[in-house]
């Protein structure tokens, strides 16, 4: 079932390079609109946990290290088949492979410091908006 909602991560990497305002305005210009946001550091334990499919997996150290070494920005987003939406507007994993205009070409410089978070699915969507927020934060 398609629905209106996804979750993003601005990642360490953007938060370090200051990309904050930038990456929010592009995704605005989009047409979401923000329905939940906190700036935020995960613990190594959220980290895990939200990443637990990937455990096992020769980078999930690395992954975890990276999601962990600062501050990240989650918000929920709201548009029509938002998923499938703001996964264009993410581009590819890779920024080399991304297209021009998506906030990973514009923004990540790596496969492994790619920016920005979007949820594969309306499944994981909703499991990793309640990861970060309670209902009486979603607006």
Do not use: C, W
């Not at 990642?11 to 904050?20: F, H, L, Q, R, S």
């Not at 989009?30 to 329905?35: D, E, L, Q, S, V």
Request: hydrophobic letters at 40%; charged letters at 25%; aromatic letters at 10%.
């Amino acid at each position: 079932m398609t629905t209106n909602r996804t979750l993003t991560m601005i990642k360490p990497d953007a938060v370090e390079k200051g990309y904050i305002g930038a990456i929010l305005t592009d995704i605005i210009a989009a047409g979401f609109t923000i329905k939940a946001m906190k700036f935020t550091q995960l613990t190594r334990r959220d980290a895990e946990q939200f990443y637990a499919v990937h455990k096992g997996k020769p980078f999930f150290e690395s992954l975890l290290n990276f999601m962990t070494r600062g501050p990240i920005v989650a918000a929920i987003l709201e548009k029509d088949n938002a998923v499938a939406n703001f996964r264009e507007l993410l581009g590819s994993t890779n920024p080399e492979n991304a297209a021009e205009g998506t906030l990973r070409k514009k923004y990540a410089t790596s496969v492994t410091e790619n920016a920005v978070h979007g949820s594969d699915s309306d499944e994981n969507a909703a499991i990793e908006s309640h990861f970060h927020f309670s209902e009486r934060e979603i607006f």
